[in-house]
């Protein structure tokens, strides 16, 4: 197993369980805090449901369609953009021992290493007609 397919295992997994246990399983406190941080009028409960259900939508893609960079784009894309979410919405979260600076900058990792280790595994594009 190369490094970019463990890469790409692991940041499956994370967005798997982070989408299945503190969103679906067993709402947890920080989701509900972030969530109603923003003030939407819409149920902290449904939000926290449909985020659960598109991280997992989004692993699933990460683990079956190991051929396309898009899902690990769409997931950086996506670590970058909560982690500004709660830096400028909910920032006493980034304190904590387990917080979404390491959380989403070790995932962010991953997606960097999945990346370029599959690029490098990619034979070279040829415009020759066969």
Partial sequence: ??????????LGVVFLYHGLVPKLLFLSPDEVRMI??????????????????AEIV??????LLRRSQWPLRIAAAALVALLVDVALF??????????????????????????????GAR????????
């Fill in 90 to 119: 909910s920032p006493a979260l980034l304190l904590g021992a387990f917080n979404p600076v390491t959380t989403n900058v070790a995932a962010l990792a991953l997606c960097l290493i999945a990346l370029q280790g599959e690029r």
């Fill in 1 to 10: 197993m190369t490094s970019a397919s463990i890469a790409r295992l692991t």
């Fill in 58 to 63: 989004l692993a699933l893609c990460i683990l």
């Fill in 36 to 53: 109603e941080a923003h003030d939407w009028p819409l149920s902290t409960l449904r939000i926290a449901q449909a985020a659960g259900a």
């Fill in 123 to 130: 034979p070279p594009h040829s415009n020759a007609v066969r």
